[in-house]
């Protein structure tokens, strides 16, 4: 049976380290200390988040129709999960939240004269 790593103590549940790599073919040993990437201490939740959002080819709209949230919902999250894994978020270009405000006045959530408003706050 194979043994998959390991990224937590199964007694206090900090996060491992590793300490040393063994090359069974050579045995070649190195030691240090060695990190996880954060992708490997993903819980169940965010793995499940990083797989839906490659399944939908990073197409965050497609992502909020599959788990049912709005679009300003889902990039909080996308936000969060960039967060998570160590990735600052990219300044967004004014242009960007269009989209977001137009589904948000589609939904109802502001009016017309709010979704102008702030159209033209963005635009300077």
């Keep these: 049976m194979r043994k998959y790593l390991m990224t937590r103590c199964p007694v206090c549940g900090s996060e491992l380290r590793i300490r040393k790599y063994y090359c069974p073919e050579c ?13 490997l201490n993903l819980d169940k939740k965010d793995f499940e988040f990083l797989c839906l959002f490659l399944k939908t080819r990073g197409n965050l ?6 788990m049912g949230v709005s679009y ?3 990039r909080v999250k996308f936000e969060e999960f960039l ?4 990735i600052e978020p990219q300044p967004e ?7 977001e405000i137009l589904e948000m006045l589609e939904k109802g959530e502001i009016t017309v004269d709010e979704a102008e ?8």
């Design 83 to 86: 967060e998570k894994i160590g």
């Design 72 to 74: 300003p919902t889902i």
């Design 93 to 99: 270009k004014p242009d960007e939240r269009i989209p």
């Design 27 to 39: 045995e070649t040993e190195i030691e240090g200390n060695f990190y996880f990437s954060p992708l």
């Design 117 to 124: 408003k702030r159209i033209k706050e963005m635009r300077g």
């Design 61 to 66: 709209s497609e992502l909020a129709k599959i």
